[in-house]
């Protein structure tokens, strides 16, 4: 039998990559915030009793890191109200829910890559939010899968891929965070894992044995904003991209110099063996995924 899926969240970033990964998998209900909106619990709550999904695939979030700051209260409606309504929901149907997360619910003390068993110790309201996000979903009942990822990026939606090139363009230096690191994770590496596991629980047919619960779900290797911004210069030129800054004039600064808001972790690297071994699967390296929505950008 085709599986229904509902999928929250379509104009975003990963969102904008399920409905292409997904739809070969099933029956795909694709919604936007105007058709259902997770700061309002009845519309949530009607969307998807219309819909009577199997699946719920919910990359809708709140993700506005610094805004949340001083919008605690939609923040949290949004990251960590709604995921336990749809987890509700849910456990009525018996749908299966995958849900995403972030590298900020932890504070970036620890020397290696993070584990999903790590302490959490979010340093701001997103990551608290997203935090208790996790939480509701998992005391909901329901069958679940929550992919923490980190640095999102791709060719639809805003992200620091596409502002470093837009002030690549403007200015001829740049100062870039360098005592930050993480793996920038592409929306479609994203979306397509997403699909890979979907396609395995639905070609079992059921539930039983298959694995749940927070799996770490991001690029391969390690840089910085710095070296990730660098990266994104170096490709452009190569790709005969029109610039002003040239790679020497992006300047390394310590996070410090840089005041915002929300509070970043210095460390934000995810290990994802446990979802490699759950899943069987391989990821690749940052680098590969940054190039690909390049050179889709440098056609444009």
Request: aromatic share 6%; charged share 20%.
């Amino acid at each position: 039998m085709t599986p229904k899926i509902l999928l929250t969240g379509c104009a975003g970033q990963v969102g904008f990559e399920l409905q292409r990964s997904l739809a070969p998998l099933g029956d795909v209900t694709a919604l936007d915030s105007s058709r259902c909106d997770l700061a309002d619990p009845e519309s949530l709550r009607a969307a998807i009793r219309a819909a009577r999904p199997d699946i719920i695939v919910n990359p809708a979030a709140y993700t506005a890191v610094d805004k949340a700051e001083s919008d605690e209260a939609t923040a949290h409606a949004v990251n960590a109200i709604a995921p336990g309504i749809i987890g509700e929901e849910a456990a009525k149907l018996g749908a299966l829910v995958i849900h995403y997360s972030t590298d900020y619910v932890f504070d970036g003390t620890k020397d290696g890559s993070y584990v999903e068993s790590d302490p959490t110790n979010p340093l701001s309201v997103y990551g608290r939010t997203k935090l208790e996000g996790e939480q509701a979903l998992a005391a909901s009942g329901a069958r679940h899968l929550i992919f923490r990822t980190s640095w999102v990026f791709g060719v639809h939606g805003a992200n620091f891929l596409k502002t470093i090139l837009r002030l690549a363009r403007e200015r001829e230096e740049l100062r870039i965070v360098a005592d930050q690191f993480g793996a920038p994770t592409g929306a479609a590496l994203i979306a397509d894992v997403t699909a890979q596991v979907l396609g395995q629980y639905v070609r079992r047919g059921n539930s039983e044995g298959f694995p749940h619960g927070v799996f770490h779900l991001a690029a391969a290797g390690r840089t910085s904003w710095h070296g990730y911004a660098t990266h994104v210069v170096e490709t452009a030129i190569r790709l005969g991209i029109d610039l002003k800054t040239r790679p020497e004039a992006i300047h390394p600064i310590p996070a410090s110099a840089y005041p915002v808001p929300a509070a970043r972790p210095a460390n934000s690297s995810l290990c994802t063996k446990k979802l490699e071994a759950d899943f069987g699967l391989v990821l690749p390296d940052w680098r590969g995924g940054v190039d690909r929505v390049m050179s889709l950008l440098a056609a444009k």
